[in-house]
């Protein structure tokens, strides 16, 4: 599945690839040679950047699904523990 981004996404990328290069590097860099640098970087590494963020869903789903019992967990029978609670309040 290829990694894409809203065009204006990919507009600001390409604005900042072109500063960064302006900034730090000894050669300015074109909007073109910036946008196909952005589309490297999306199809060579945008994939272990978006695999480690499934990753971390992943385990903090599992994380919240074993807490499941304990947030909605209910002990049974506990009708006659509530009954004889009542009328032992009465009694006195």
């Known amino acids: 599945m290829p990694i894409t981004i809203p065009k204006e996404a990919r507009t600001q990328a390409i604005a900042s690839i072109e500063r960064y290069f302006q900034q730090n590097m000894d050669e300015k860099i074109g909007n073109v040679a910036a946008g196909a640098l952005l589309g490297f970087f999306l199809e060579e590494i945008g994939p272990l950047v978006y695999n480690q963020g ?3 869903v992943q385990e903090r789903l599992q ?4 807490e499941v019992d304990i947030e909605v967990h209910e002990d049974a029978f506990t009708y006659w523990h509530k009954y004889d609670r009542a ?4 009694a006195k």
């Open 87 to 90: 009328t032992k309040g009465r």
């Open 63 to 66: 994380a919240r699904v074993m």
């Open 54 to 56: 499934v990753s971390d």
